[in-house]
C-alpha cells in the first residue's frame, strides 16, 4: 500500500501555523513584550523545516517578527519583535 501525504492539508496547517504566531507576537507586542515562545504541537515540528517557517514568518510581518538567535529548539521557538 503507498501512502502520500495531503500536500493541500500541509500548505493550509502551514498557513494556520504562521497566522499563530502572528497573533502571539501582536498579543506580545499589545502588553509591551519583546520577545515569546511558540510551542508547537507534539510531532508536528518535524513538517515545517526550520527555515522556511521561519523565513515565512518573517516575510509575514514585514520584518518585524524574526526567530531569535538560536532561538529554534525544535518543539518550540523563541521569537523576538524587532522595531
Known amino acids: 500500500m503507498k501512502i502520500n501525504v495531503n500536500e493541500q492539508a500541509a500548505r493550509i496547517r502551514k498557513a494556520q501555523v504562521v497566522g499563530e504566531i502572528l497573533a502571539s507576537a501582536k498579543d506580545a507586542a499589545e502588553r509591551g513584550v519583546n520577545n515569546f515562545i511558540y510551542q508547537f504541537k507534539a510531532g508536528e515540528r518535524n513538517s515545517f523545516p526550520a527555515p522556511y517557517l521561519n523565513i515565512t514568518v518573517e516575510e509575514e510581518s514585514e520584518g518585524t517578527v524574526k526567530c531569535?538567535?538560536?532561538?529554534?529548539?525544535?518543539?518550540?521557538?523563541?521569537?523576538?519583535?524587532?522595531?
Open 68 to 83: 531569535a538567535y538560536r532561538g529554534d529548539h525544535g518543539d518550540w521557538c523563541k521569537y523576538v519583535i524587532v522595531r
